[in-house]
Nanobody, 122 residues
Framework: QVQLVESGGGLVQAGGSLRLSCAAS????????TGWVRQAPGKERESVAA???????YYADTVKGRFTISRDNAKNTVYLQMDSLKTEDTGVYYC????????????????RGQGTQVTVSS
């Protein structure tokens, strides 16, 4: 049984930063592709960042240069550092794991957490 538990969401002003964490159990994240998917109000769900077991990363164009995905193998945790946040970054962010495709399409993750709300105010 794979469990992904997100934390770190909250309310922040535009231009600010947040760091999301995803703690996993039941699967070693360093052996699979892991990423973050977000659901923004009124928009389609999108994979915003991903990291392969090799360490190769992917970022959606909407977050490239502002978000950084990383992994702590000892803690079996993946992070999403979000800087220079914009109001359009508001949404629910889900941690996701295991995808056979690269970059992982939003619907091709085998596991997903419950999500954490990120709200960016103007």
């Amino acid at each position: 049984q794979v469990q992904l538990v997100e934390s770190g969401g909250g309310l922040v002003q535009a231009g600010g930063s947040l760091r999301l964490s995803c703690a996993a159990s039941g699967r070693t994240l360093s052996s699979v592709t892991t990423g973050w998917v977000r659901q923004a109000p009124g928009k389609e769900r999108e994979s915003v960042a991903a990291i392969r077991w090799t360490g190769i990363t992917y970022y959606a164009d909407t977050v490239k240069g502002r978000f950084t995905i990383s992994r702590d193998n000892a803690k079996n945790t993946v992070y999403l550092q979000m800087d220079s946040l914009k109001t359009e970054d508001t949404g629910v962010y889900y941690c996701a794991a295991e995808s056979t495709q690269w970059p992982p399409p939003v619907g091709e993750w085998n596991y997903r957490g419950q999500g954490t709300q990120v709200t960016v105010s103007s």
